[in-house]
């Protein structure tokens, strides 16, 4: 067992009279890559909205590294690297200079950390080109580049895969199995597709009208 770094408890979502989210409770542990699968509308893109604090919850909590991103959301969003949808980047600018733009939104991010996460990403060769010119999975690469500016331990993806051709998907895959084992990321990844995440989850979460209806090992639900 890794250590907890983000627990969902008994969460609970309603839109008006609609309830989107029933008690969903699940936890990833750090160097886990956890596959959050369910049909459109199931209520994924809601759940992690909830875990960013960009929508309020009705009861329920979601801890990360410990804190209560209700009561201390400064410190539990502190670690944590996001793409929700599409990551948003400049078309007119190249790969290195969107990440010079981000990195000044935090303190003391270095060259050389800029330098690193765009060797994790693969993009070397193509990081001075204009972002306009680059395939969606070299975008989505920047994206992750991005979200990991900062050192979080925490990294969360709303369906990444959207779109990707199946070179895209195995880029993608390649990299976030790289994160996890060397830099021993916990990955929340969400998506409608099974198929694309079986073979490198690590763990699975299962979400059907708003319930999680298994979750685990994803060799034990194979």
């Excluded at 969460?11 to 008690?23: E, P, R, S, T, Y």
């Excluded at 800029?114 to 969606?136: A, P």
């Excluded at 998506?191 to 979460?205: I, R």
Aim: glycine fraction near 10%.
């Amino acid at each position: 067992m890794g250590e907890v770094i983000l627990e969902c408890k008994k969460l609970n979502k309603k839109f008006g009279k609609k309830q989107v989210l029933k008690d969903v409770s699940f936890s990833l542990e750090a160097g886990d890559i956890l596959g959050f699968i369910g049909p459109n509308g199931a209520g994924k893109t809601t759940t992690i909205k909830l875990i960013l604090g960009l929508q309020s919850i009705n009861s329920g909590t979601v801890s990360i590294n410990g804190f209560d991103i209700k009561k201390d959301y400064v410190k539990a969003i502190e670690r944590v690297g996001a793409i929700v949808e599409n990551p948003d980047m400049y078309m007119y600018l190249t790969g290195r200079e969107n990440l010079k733009m981000i990195a000044r939104q935090y303190k003391g991010i270095s060259k050389s950390r800029i330098e690193e996460v765009i060797k994790i990403s693969g993009l070397g060769k193509r990081i001075d080109d204009k972002v306009s010119k680059y395939s969606l999975g070299m975008r989505q690469r920047l994206g992750i580049a991005a979200a990991i500016l900062h050192n979080p331990n925490v990294l969360v993806l709303d369906e990444p895969t959207n779109g990707l051709d199946p070179e895209g998907i195995k880029e993608l895959r390649d990299l976030l199995v790289k994160l996890a084992k060397e830099k021993h990321l916990g990955i929340l990844i969400s998506s409608h597709n099974l198929a694309e995440l079986d073979n490198f989850c690590t763990k699975v979460c299962m979400i059907q009208n708003g319930v999680i209806i298994e979750s685990g090992d994803i060799k034990r639900l194979k």
